[in-house]
């Protein structure tokens, strides 16, 4: 029984040392993490809550630091 060919289509698979070199990642420094959620305006209020308290709460229990876009700035394509 004959092997298939290669499919020259196809992108080789990398070695460890070639994805950690060229690959993005959504780490900081020691285990930090970004995330960008993309929200619709009208849920930003539920976000901060009520004189901003929601906000704070979150940042306080989870450690995150939570930043919210100017209201007129929008992402690409939104």
Do not use: W
Not at 6 to 31: F, I, M
């Amino acid at each position: 029984m004959e092997s298939d060919p290669p499919d020259s289509r196809k992108r080789p698979l990398e070695t460890p040392t070639e994805a950690s070199s060229t690959k993005r990642t959504n780490t900081g420094e020691e285990g930090e993490y970004f995330l960008k959620v993309l929200i619709p305006s009208y849920a930003a209020g539920s976000i901060i809550g009520k004189g901003g308290q929601t906000i704070v709460q979150l940042q306080k229990e989870t450690g995150a630091t939570i930043k919210l876009s100017k209201s007129k700035d929008f992402y690409p394509g939104t």
